[in-house]
């Protein structure tokens, strides 16, 4: 028994285990949780595909609820940094704020403290801007945009300026209520987010201490 004990100490040495997989949260409403189709359609079930393709070691762990606020997802967020510990923070919130005429400036507070208790232990963030319906109007919309911009500028984090980009305004591509993206617009969506989030990857991975997500406040 000494015998094989010793055998497997020695092979652990020389072929030692991989590395666990980095954890690759996301924190999202609807437009992130595969709102009226199989969740297999979702964007980030196809972004799970997209990282194996690329021979990329994440585990994604997708977070997101339909309806969510900003406020609900501050106050989830700890919670999920504590048990999931991810390495890289992709934030999708602020939709439903908009669609119920929230206070904008409490949406930009809430979406910043989300960046920073995300930052706080060492791991990059994502924020993942979205696009209200023109009927909200002019002003209420485009400060409903700078927001995302402002928060990234401030906090130093990559930007996705529009989840919706190149979707919202094709009929083909939403669904009925004008709101979410249908299943077919899902791999666009997925390139939207990409074309940030790969600059993200490319770099060194850092290591995130679990003592540092004890607590999560």
């Known amino acids: 028994m000494r015998r094989i004990l010793l055998t497997v100490l020695l092979l652990v040495g020389l072929f030692p285990l991989s590395a666990a997989a980095r954890t690759l949260l996301?924190?999202?409403d609807s437009l992130s949780s595969a709102y009226g189709m199989e969740v297999?359609?979702?964007w980030v079930v196809l972004l799970g595909m997209r990282l194996k393709q690329e021979n990329l070691d994440y585990r994604i762990?997708?977070?997101s609820i339909s309806g969510d606020t900003t406020a609900n997802g501050l106050v989830r967020l700890p919670k999920l940094l504590a048990q999931h510990k991810p390495t890289l923070v992709i934030i999708e919130l602020g939709g439903n704020d908009g669609l119920r005429g929230l206070s904008l400036e409490q949406m930009k507070h809430n979406i910043s403290m989300m960046v920073t208790k995300a930052k706080r232990p060492g791991a990059s963030v994502l924020l993942v801007g979205v696009q209200l319906p023109p009927n909200y109007g002019k002003t209420y919309t485009e400060r409903f945009q700078a927001i995302y911009r402002?928060?990234?500028a401030e906090?130093?984090?990559a930007l996705v300026p529009s989840l919706l980009e190149g979707i919202a305004t094709r009929n083909d591509?939403?669904?009925p209520d004008r709101?979410?993206?249908s299943a077919r617009a899902q791999p666009r969506m997925l390139e939207n987010v990409w074309a940030h989030l790969r600059h993200l990857l490319e770099s060194e991975p850092r290591s995130v201490p679990a003592d540092r997500y004890v607590g999560g406040k």
């Open 150 to 152: 402002e928060i990234a």
């Open 61 to 63: 762990v997708n977070a």
């Open 179 to 181: 709101i979410h993206a």
């Open 173 to 175: 591509l939403m669904q």
């Open 26 to 28: 996301v924190v999202g």
């Open 40 to 42: 297999q359609s979702g």
């Open 155 to 157: 906090q130093g984090v």
